[in-house]
């Protein structure tokens, strides 16, 4: 067997896993880099005002996107890459320009025609916290159980500013939604001034689901993770502060959380369904279902962690 390094991103043609390795550690073959905190529409998915005309060139949006032949689409947005690659006289599609210089001009909230949640009312969301742990140390929570109260998620949906009630059938909750989410030291996020000193973690995440059941899902997922946190043996631990933008197709966002286990963090390097991300020393990355390597491909990954800085930067 040859001593030789293989190239970054490369194995050598004997490689062979050692199954006893604790920690599955994938080769991305696209290294990441830390771009500047862009302008939350340069970051999403689908830039969106709802007008028929958009309607009608939402699909030759996607296909723009998607082509790398037009360049990268990170820390731009649609309208400098389509400029860009004019420029290069690469010839993108020349019905694009006008309605993306449009969205430029109109945009008067970053991600105009979604609706953004940030900066949420911290008293509220104290006393949700108490009101919530004060149910998982009750004999009436199992740790066996995976379902959510209904009246947690609509407490927190109410946090979150949604303009309609939220109602529901049964008492408990479950949602079984594509997930990802990137955890991170908080040391990472303290530069942002909407992070408190005393967090702990920063989750970072993106949720796949239709936009009128997002928010729900949305708190599901943040009520879901505190409960795990909880039976984890972080029995203080609470959300701290929230942003999420709820798109099209998924909501992306980040959760801030304070009193988590000392330990917790250094048993995620050894947890087989954590992947660390390139680039990011001090950050992993999880996807639901486990381990699924299209919801953990590197742009979803990339995609997540930049918008979800974006938000903090707001």
Same mark, same amino acid.
């Given at each position: 067997m040859s001593n030789k390094r293989p190239a970054p991103g490369q194995l050598p043609l004997n490689f062979v896993p050692v199954k006893s390795t604790p920690k599955k550690v994938r080769i991305r073959h696209k290294p990441y880099t830390q771009y500047p905190a862009p302008r939350l529409e340069a970051e999403a998915s689908h830039i969106w005002v709802g007008t028929e005309e958009g309607a009608l060139l939402l699909p030759k949006l996607k296909a723009f996107d998607r082509n790398p032949e037009y360049g990268p689409n990170s820390g731009c947005s649609r309208l400098m890459r389509w400029e860009r690659a004019v420029s290069l006289d690469l010839n993108p599609p020349a019905e694009l320009g006008p309605y993306l210089v449009e969205i430029d001009k109109d945009l008067l909230h970053p991600w105009h025609g979604q609706a953004a949640i940030n900066l949420v009312d911290k008293a509220l969301l104290a006393r949700w916290n108490a009101s919530f742990l004060g149910f998982l140390g009750s004999p009436a929570h199992s740790?066996?159980?995976?379902?959510?109260? !209904?009246?947690v998620i609509s407490e927190l949906c109410d946090i979150l500013g949604l303009?309609? !009630?939220?109602s529901f059938v049964h008492s408990a909750v479950h949602f079984d939604t594509d997930s990802l989410c990137v955890v991170e030291r908080a040391t990472t996020w303290l530069s942002y001034p909407?992070?408190?000193?005393?967090?702990?973690?920063?989750?970072?995440f993106k949720l796949f689901c239709a936009a009128r059941a997002a928010t729900e899902v949305v !708190?599901?997922?943040l009520a879901s993770l505190l409960r795990d946190f909880f039976n984890d043996g972080s029995h203080s631990v609470c959300i701290v502060n929230i942003a999420v933008v709820i798109d099209n197709g998924c909501s992306v966002g980040f959760v801030a959380f304070r009193n988590i286990r000392q330990d917790w963090f250094a048993s995620v390097q050894t947890t087989p369904w954590f992947d660390i991300v390139c680039g990011w020393p001090e950050a992993f990355?999880?996807?639901w279902p486990l381990c699924d390597d299209d919801l953990g491909a590197p742009d979803q990954v990339e995609h997540t962690?930049?918008? !979800?800085r974006s938000l903090a930067a707001l």
């Open positions: 740790s066996d159980d995976f379902t959510v109260p !209904a009246w303009s309609e !009630a939220v909407v992070i408190p000193r005393q967090t702990d973690i920063v989750v970072s !708190a599901y997922f990355f999880s996807t962690i930049v918008t !979800a």
